[in-house]
């Protein structure tokens, strides 16, 4: 079993800050990739950024600037820093967990999701 915790969220005015935080936990041998991604009033879901284990970090061209990936592998934890927020932000924040699992016969990978957290951005 695998369990994605996400936190930060919020409703907020234009110009303001949120810090977005995931956490994988549960029974894997480790985590590889891991990143945000976003679906806002009748868009398709997008990635906003991701980050490997070598911290190495995709960011999409609307958030460059603005959004910062990190991630602690120890903790296996990653936090997306959100400033200068605008109503285009508004959305579902997902968090996205590949993770690495040993069997007897070799490695097997999978994707988790967390639940997601609500971002609002008013003015």
């Known amino acids: 079993q695998v369990q994605v915790a996400e936190s930060g969220g919020g409703s907020v005015q234009s110009g303001s800050s949120l810090e977005l935080t995931c956490t994988a936990s549960?029974?894997?041998?480790?985590?590889?990739?891991m990143g945000w991604y976003r679906q806002g009033p009748g868009q398709k879901r997008e990635l906003v950024a991701e980050?490997?284990?070598?911290?190495?970090?995709n960011i999409a061209a609307s958030v460059v600037g603005r959004f910062t990936i990190s991630r602690d592998n120890a903790k296996n934890t990653i936090r997306l820093q959100m400033n200068n927020l605008g109503p285009a932000d508004t959305g579902l924040y997902s968090c996205k967990v590949d993770v690495e699992i040993e069997y007897a016969f070799g490695p097997h990978y999978a994707t988790y999701w967390g639940q997601g957290t609500q971002v609002a951005v008013s003015g």
């Open positions: 980050i490997m284990r070598d911290n190495s970090a």
């Open positions: 549960g029974k894997f041998f480790r985590v590889d990739d």
